[in-house]
């Protein structure tokens, strides 16, 4: 597809997320991104990124013993510069406001407020139960780029969550 964005689909995924599956996305994403990006250091990068992305939701559903249940991931190649990350998962309705306020804190936060939230959120248990903590910083911390997500309710008790960002492809 060309036009005013070239994108490629990388990854497509949808499915339960255990600990060897998450092994698997990786690997791929490794695959793909060795294709495209000649830079170590933007290799790693990605390959971090991605996995602290996929952590959250797999470390979610784990607490809250819904291993079955399904996310989707997907990777998009955009203007062979930039990774798009999007990465859906279900969200219990009485968690997802402090999960939205610490992506919103993770947003607007520069290094420096970025160091201090992650000194404060090591170990607490809030963010431990709800997910994001310190995977949300530490990946807009070496990306620099925001968190953009989508909420649609999924029933009574849950919220079907997206949450999206991007990594700069350096060849």
């Known amino acids: 597809m060309s036009g005013i964005f070239d994108k490629e689909l990388l990854i497509d995924y949808s499915g ?34 991605f996995e602290e992305l996929l952590t959250n939701p797999h470390d979610y559903y784990k607490s809250k013993g819904m291993a079955e249940e399904p996310i989707q991931v997907s990777l998009e190649l955009v203007n062979k510069s930039v990774i798009e990350v999007c990465i859906s998962n279900t969200v219990f309705k009485t968690d997802t406001p402090a999960l939205l306020s610490h992506i919103q804190t993770v947003n607007e936060g520069n290094e420096e407020a970025l160091r201090s939230l992650f000194t404060r959120t090591i170990g607490s248990e809030v963010m431990s139960s709800v997910g994001g903590g310190i995977g949300l910083i530490t990946v807009k911390m070496k990306n620099g780029f925001s968190y953009t997500f989508e909420l649609a309710e999924k029933n009574k008790n ?4 997206c949450l999206t960002t991007s990594i700069t492809v350096t060849r």
Do not use: A, H, M, W
């Open 158 to 161: 849950q919220n079907l969550f």
């Open 16 to 49: 339960p997320i255990t600990f060897e599956i998450k092994k698997e996305l990786v690997g791929l994403l490794k695959e793909k991104v060795d294709l495209y990006v000649t830079d170590p250091n933007t290799r790693k990068r990605c390959s971090y990124i």
